[in-house]
């Protein structure tokens, strides 16, 4: 990926002195994190507080349902060993990693809010909390990219 032609050419640069990248990064996925958790409360504790316990054990078979809930607490487990992953490691191809990771983890919660607005369903707290998860999706895949870029004698 490196050589004349290469996009990481202007993050490259020798004169940076010790870049904060790796933290911002720590930092997106932490908030992914909290989102995530908070997008988990948001639909339960709504319908809890207005009493209808019937309708939300109708909206939770729905979404998200039993495969999406185990594919839920993979992702909060994976989130979670991944940023211990991120205060541990540096090398180059674990930046590659952690790149196309962000990116894919980011996609899929796009995805995923795109079916649920092509499905119909309004926009409101959860959106906000969607919009949230995608910038914070963002900053990581930015960040890791420039953080590939990086020089390896720049790495502390």
């Known amino acids: 990926i490196h050589g004349p032609n290469c996009f990481c050419k202007s993050t490259s640069n020798s004169k ?35 009493g209808q316990t019937q309708e939300l054990a109708k909206v939770l078979i729905h979404d998200p349902g039993v495969v999406g809930l185990q594919v839920l607490i993979t992702m909060l487990a994976f989130n ?10 540096n090398g180059k191809k674990f930046r590659l990693f952690t790149l196309v990771i962000s990116c894919l983890y980011g996609l899929f919660f796009l995805l995923h809010n795109l079916i649920h607005f092509v499905g ?4 409101g707290l959860q959106t906000v ?28």
Request: hydrophobic residues 55%; contains cysteine; glycine residues 2%.
């Open 16 to 50: 940076m002195k010790n870049p904060n990248f790796k933290t911002i990064i720590i930092q997106a996925w932490s908030g992914m994190l909290v989102v995530l958790i908070a997008m988990l409360l948001l639909d339960p504790l709504r319908y809890l507080m207005q």
């Open 80 to 89: 979670t060993m991944f940023q211990l992953a991120l205060q541990i490691a």
């Open 120 to 123: 119909g369903e309004p926009l």
């Open 129 to 156: 909390l969607d919009f949230t998860h995608h910038i914070l999706a963002i900053t990581a895949c930015i960040y890791s990219w420039k953080w590939y870029c990086l020089n390896d004698t720049l790495i502390t």
